[in-house]
């Protein structure tokens, strides 16, 4: 793909709080998917640790790109992989000076690739790891809205967090803004279909929202049937001004503070006044 077949919108600074840069489908590609990114305005773009393998691939990732950050964590889909061993590893990598979150963790009962009792339990050692460390956490749920609750409630009340692609209900948002959580979406805010998402959008506190791709998943429109990436969050950010009925460049510039306030990122130029 040419920089010349998405149009940047001018939107600067941005930050994409959620990509997989580490997917098959980059492979051979993230140096022309970054200078896109960049040439869109976004500044930072968090990659995201599913499991150990791609954990380990998101520090690499945020060792050779500047503008690239990392979390470690183990996502439900694999939470049988959270043995003794592979926790110590994450503790290793949750070290390095380039990781940001614990994440993605949580629950996933959509698939339910991993029994739930393991989930349960990966989820409450990786909210023990982001106290530990002192690293805000990044939460994945999926049709698991009141064991989610239940395991916030009891063991990350007092922590960080980041609710991604938020699509849950509305006392659950309710819940997890009181215990003083932020919430991400992506570019199924943009869908058709994605009325109850718009309506939690338009609740979220404007200090406590974050935008994201998920990228390769979840192309927002106009550009639904690519494979999404970090460029295209300009086009949440957008979308969500819009609905809130706020100045584009306003959006962008409160997400972008949200961001570098919740992962502790250096300031970017605008904001530092340079």
Known sequence: MSKAEFAPLGLSPLVDSHAHLDHDLFAGDVDAVIDRAQAAGVRYIVTIG???ASSEAAVRLAEK???????????????????????????????HPRVVAIGEIGLDYYYDHSPRPVQRDAFIRQLELARETGLPFVVHNRDADADTL??????????????????????????????????S?????????????????????????LVETDAP??????LRGRRNEPAYVQYVVAFLAELRGVEPAHMAAVTTANACRFFGLP????EAGA
């Open 50 to 52: 599913s499991d150990l």
């Open 217 to 222: 998943y979840l192309t927002p429109v106009p």
């Open 150 to 183: 239940a395991v916030l409630r009891d063991w990350g009340q007092d922590l960080r967090g980041l609710l991604h692609s938020f699509a849950g209900s509305d006392e659950m948002l309710a819940e997890c803004l009181a215990m003083g959580y932020l919430v």
């Open 65 to 95: 790109y500047p503008c690239v950050y990392a979390t470690v964590g183990i996502h439900p889909h694999e939470a049988v992989q959270l043995d003794d061993k592979a926790y110590r590893r994450l503790q290793e990598l949750a070290a």
């Open 185 to 209: 979406t992506g570019g199924m805010v943009t869908f058709k279909n994605a009325g109850a998402i718009r309506s939690a959008m338009a609740q979220v506190p404007l200090d406590r929202l």
């Open 267 to 270: 300031p970017v130029p605008d």
